[in-house]
C-alpha cells in the first residue's frame, strides 16, 4: 500500500460506521470511522499517531478483505496513464469533438 492510496467504504462499511451493524471491534470500528474516500493512508496514519505502521496496514488488509472498505484512488505519478501495451488511457475526448472553427476551415 502505497501512502497515497485513498480508501472508501463499501455498504457494509457504512452500515458498520454508522451502527447498524456491530460486526467489529472499537479499534477497528475507530479505524473505519476514518475512512472517508478523502483522506490519504498518510493521513489516516497522523491521525491515529500511535498505531504502527504495519499494524494499521495489516488492519486496513483485514477490512478490505471483510469487504468493509475498498481502495478508491492510488497515487498518481507524474507520467500519463498507460496500459500494459503502451496505449495513452488518458480518457481526453476534447481533441476528437470537431468545433465550429475547425469545420468551417475543411470547407474552404
Do not use: H, Y
Amino acid at each position: 500500500m502505497d501512502s497515497n492510496t485513498i480508501f472508501t467504504k463499501t455498504a457494509r462499511g457504512l452500515m458498520e460506521a454508522t451502527g447498524k451493524t456491530s460486526v467489529l471491534s472499537r479499534d477497528m470500528r475507530a479505524l473505519l470511522k476514518e475512512i472517508d474516500g478523502k483522506v490519504t493512508l498518510a493521513e489516516v496514519q497522523a491521525k491515529l499517531g500511535k498505531v504502527p505502521q504495519a499494524r494499521l496496514q495489516e488492519a486496513l488488509q483485514v477490512l478490505v478483505k471483510n469487504d468493509f472498505i475498498r481502495e478508491f484512488k492510488q497515487a498518481q505519478t507524474a507520467a500519463p496513464a498507460q496500459s500494459a501495451a503502451g496505449v495513452d488511457t488518458n480518457l481526453d475526448f476534447t481533441l476528437a469533438i470537431p468545433t465550429i472553427s475547425a469545420s468551417a476551415k475543411k470547407k474552404t
